[in-house]
């Protein structure tokens, strides 16, 4: 019971985590990535409190993500990306308040994303790619005042993007190609002086180009194309010193 770290990642383990390891109730890391893990994540593993880095990633994990990890107050690193895992992302993941590191992609998780996310105030990394994940992106996320790089590609997002992202002055990569976003660029990404790449392509977002964008002093990367933006190009972008790609393909520009 006082086994505080297991480290068996990269090995050749196969069938599943055993439930048993929710017993270890003084383990701060549980590391068991890139194996061949299969079955369903133990609820078990809600019991330990203590628990700092869950890292699971890069197994064949099947099944929902149990509700129980809410219980895990203490965990700042939650890897559970390159499984096979379905079902709705749990509200109950909201309750992490420590957490900085998200990262559920490349899973078949479906349902949309839950609001109560929008409090982990800690959070700095926010990686959804390749999902089936759907409906709006909540408005809430834009209060995560410590997101760097939020990546969201490559789902079924619709409706607009909120508000409040980047108020803070710190997010770096915003990537939320090939979804369904419709409306505008909200003001928070069009003042967002800290963005080094912004991935907006194969959505139907709108609006005039010349008006949307503001001068990015680090940004090195942006895709627009693919949307319904239209108007002209604005001066600004002569501005963005460090700009190495521009990409505006397919769009109503003039």
């Given amino acids: 019971d006082n086994v505080v770290s297991i480290y068996m990642y990269r090995n050749h383990l196969s069938g599943p985590i055993p439930p048993s390891f929710g017993n ?14 299969s079955g369903l994540i133990p609820p078990e593993l809600g ?12 197994n064949k994990l099947n099944g929902s993500i149990p509700p ?35 990262e559920l992609s490349d899973n078949m998780l479906t349902g949309s994303i839950p609001a109560t996310l929008g409090k982990l105030s800690n959070l700095k990394y926010f990686y959804v790619l390749e999902n089936q994940l759907s409906g709006p992106i909540p408005q ?20 607009h993007l909120p508000d409040k992202l980047c108020e ?34 194969g959505n139907q977002l709108t609006g005039n180009l010349s008006k949307m964008f ?29 700009l190495s790609t521009l990409k505006i393909a397919e769009n109503n520009i003039s």
């Fill in 140 to 159: 809430e996320l834009g209060n995560l005042t410590k997101l760097v790089a939020m990546i969201m590609s490559e789902n079924q997002f619709s409706g």
């Fill in 68 to 102: 129980s990890l809410g219980n895990l107050t203490n965990l700042t690193i939650l890897h559970l990306y390159g499984n096979q895992l379905s079902g709705s992302i749990p509200k109950e993941l909201g309750n992490l308040k420590f957490l900085e590191d998200l």
């Fill in 24 to 37: 270890l109730n003084m383990l701060e890391a549980l590391h068991l990535y890139s194996n061949n893990l």
């Fill in 168 to 201: 803070s002055g710190v997010l770096r990569n915003f990537t939320v190609n090939d979804n369904m976003l419709t409306g505008p660029i909200p003001r928070g990404l069009k003042n967002c002086t800290s963005l080094l790449r912004a991935v907006f392509n």
């Fill in 214 to 242: 503001g001068v990015y002093p680090h940004l090195d990367f942006m895709d627009l194309s693919n949307n319904n933006f239209h108007g002209e190009l604005s001066g600004n972008w002569g501005r963005c010193r460090n």
């Fill in 47 to 58: 019991n330990l409190t203590s628990l700092d880095s869950l890292s699971l990633f890069n």
